[in-house]
């Protein structure tokens, strides 16, 4: 990236550069105000070229200098990270830990030495062709989590283009302090490099909430909106800018009495943010004394700071899709074991629900993609308990894994994309076979065996919550997918997105199904997609019969203060108003006149 230079202003509109707005999409709440740091993407131009039979060793060589080279910038990245806040620095690491893990033995560097040695390729080329091969089959999951990591495979692909031809990386450290980053796209290495105490916040035309740059923006407490069109049209280093990471807004050289505005929006938000330090020591009880369980979901174990730390009440969702990334060969049950062993023992006691494996045969190590076809629609296809019971050797390992780990504290099993009551049979048979071979090799095991619950995340497996409650010892309600199936749409996909409306009547009605089978069953109902986390549903989710939710660490705060402002029978009360109406327009109006009114 290159830097535009400008004489910095001091004042708002006081340069040539006109007053604008401009909206994207708000991944991190706050308000920062300071002066514009544009950045420039400058393409690299990757050589194309054919290597002599006599050079291709030479050009391995090369190649491993710059994936060393890659391997010391990452540690590096890692001793400077350290100094950051607690939450920044241990997600930070993770990204850190999975770039170098992908510089290490992987697919990436398999395949780019093949295309060395047997294309003939140089190495420029090499990557970048094994780097696109690989973002597209990212690309092409159909799971929001993992297709946003295609952002680390391109970033790991950069950094070895960029040591292999000798480029440089943009610095942070000479920026006035509270400056505001603008820019085309800021890798998860870019933002691990902003100082929180100096940076204001950024925002970038390019990026969704999904990827790891909006993620550590959140542990960062930096405000930043990302996706917003047209951002570096017209603007000038020095010119000052306002971030909404709430609304998704930013404004350059707003004029003063807007500055104002944001001035004190700005105070508010600090003060508020100090507040929200004290939520973690509270109860999680509303007005009227109603206990609600507050979960965390996680997807690396090193998240594990950041929910304690939330006072998260227990590990509500926790996706083992870690163990099988990054990697060419299937994790055997000790590894998971050890994994899952450590998690339960750090939980001291509180409880741990551990998801069988959610993804696809295209998805998994070559061990496994190579046995079956590609699917035509991924969404609909061979895929979580779907392809456990068709590979049951792959399911089998898991659950003996999670049993094992059952004897060092409480654990639920939790078992994904369920649509009819025969497959939870099967996977109960499966676990009770699992335990009695784990008792006849000698190990310990929970007794009773742990609670088997099933993910409604289907439209199908909600309207027939009641049979599946017969053989579920609890639910847990994935409202991401259940949204995306019911609506037929990608919220991954900008053109449809907007279409993504958790408070579509038919999408409300079918959490309803499922709530009202867990209480006729008398069995325990989470719920444990982002809605689950996002505070203006709390009242109608605990109106509706919820008792736990399960979020990201950092929601934790903001939804424990809003089941604490309510009053779960006025709560009950507003619910059953909405659950009256056919238009959502109207739901969405009669929910937020109610959040309002707890302020």
């Given at each position: 990236m290159t830097t535009r230079n400008h004489p910095p202003r001091d004042g708002a509109g006081d340069g040539p550069t006109a007053q604008r707005m401009l909206r994207g999409l708000g991944v991190s709440a706050g308000i920062a105000i300071g002066p514009a740091h544009v950045m420039e993407a400058g393409a690299l131009q990757v050589p194309e070229y054919c290597l002599a039979a006599d050079g291709v060793a030479e050009e391995v060589a090369r190649f491993h200098e710059a994936v060393d080279k890659a391997r010391r910038q990452i540690g590096k990245l890692k001793s400077k990270a350290g100094s950051l806040p607690a939450d920044a620095a241990s997600d930070i690491a993770i990204l850190l830990d999975a770039h170098q893990a992908m510089l290490s033995g992987s697919r990436l560097i398999r395949g780019v030495e093949r295309r060395i040695r047997e294309e003939r390729q140089n190495a420029?080329?090499?990557?970048?062709?094994?780097?696109?091969?690989?973002?597209?089959?990212?690309?092409?999951?159909?799971?929001?989590?993992?297709a946003a990591r295609v952002a680390d495979v391109r970033e790991v692909g950069r950094r070895l283009i960029r040591n292999l031809m000798e480029t440089p990386y943009q610095a942070f450290s000479r920026l006035p302090d509270g400056a505001i980053i603008l820019a085309e796209e800021l890798s998860p290495s870019d933002t691990a490099l902003l100082d929180p105490r100096r940076i204001g916040g950024f925002a970038t035309v390019l990026g969704g909430a999904e990827g790891h740059t909006a993620i550590m923006a959140r542990s960062l407490g930096l405000p930043a909106v990302l996706g917003a069109a047209g951002l570096l049209q017209g603007v000038q280093t020095g010119d000052l800018v306002v971030i909404d990471g709430r609304a998704g807004r930013v404004l350059i050289n707003p004029p003063a009495d807007v500055l104002a505005d944001y001035r004190q929006r700005r105070s508010l938000w600090r003060a508020e943010r100090e507040q929200l330090k004290a939520m973690a020591g509270l109860a999680s009880v509303t007005?009227?004394?109603?206990?609600?369980?507050?979960?965390?979901?996680?997807?690396?174990?090193?998240?594990?700071?950041?929910?304690?730390?939330?006072?998260?009440?227990?590990?509500?969702?926790?996706?083992?899709e870690f163990l099988y990334m990054n990697r060419d060969d299937l994790p055997g049950e000790e590894e998971q074991y050890e994994v899952l062993r450590d998690l339960?023992?750090?939980?001291?006691?509180?409880?741990?629900?551990?998801?069988t494996l959610d993804v696809g045969g295209e998805k998994l190590a070559g061990a496994l993609a190579d046995r079956f076809a590609t699917p035509a629609n991924p969404a609909l296809g061979l895929r979580a308990i779907r392809l456990g019971l068709k590979e049951p050797k792959l399911l089998e390992a898991q659950l003996a894994a999670m049993l094992r780990a059952s004897a060092h504290g409480p654990l639920r099993i939790l078992v994904p994309m369920i649509s009819q009551p025969s497959e939870m049979r099967r996977v109960r048979e499966l676990l009770r076979a699992v335990a009695r071979r784990l008792v006849r090799r000698g190990h310990a095991i929970a007794d009773p065996l742990p609670p088997l619950g099933a993910m409604i995340e289907i439209p199908g497996a909600a309207l027939a919550a009641d049979s599946l409650a017969s053989v579920s010892d609890f639910f847990a309600i994935g409202t991401n997918d259940l949204i995306q199936y019911t609506l037929a749409i990608d919220r991954g996909d900008e053109q449809v997105a907007y279409l993504y409306d958790p408070l579509h009547p038919a999408v409300l009605r079918l959490v309803q199904f499922a709530v009202d089978a867990a209480r006729r069953a008398k069995i325990p109902v989470s719920v444990c997609g982002e809605m689950a986390g996002d505070a203006r549903y709390a009242a109608l989710l605990l109106g509706l019969g919820v008792r736990e939710l399960s979020m990201a660490p950092a929601h934790l705060p903001l939804v424990k203060r809003r089941v604490r402002g309510l009053d779960l029978g006025e709560a009950t009360r507003r619910a059953d108003m909405i659950m009256g109406q056919t238009d959502g327009d109207r739901i969405a109006a009669l929910l937020d006149d109610f959040n309002e009114a707890l302020g």
């Open positions: 420029e080329l090499a990557v970048q062709q094994e780097i696109t091969v690989l973002a597209q089959s990212f690309a092409a999951m159909d799971d929001a989590y993992l007005r009227d004394g109603a206990a609600i369980t507050l979960h965390a979901n996680l997807e690396l174990p090193r998240e594990l700071d950041g929910a304690r730390d939330g006072g998260a009440g227990g590990i509500g969702l926790l996706r083992t339960v023992i750090a939980m001291e006691g509180r409880p741990v629900t551990a998801r």
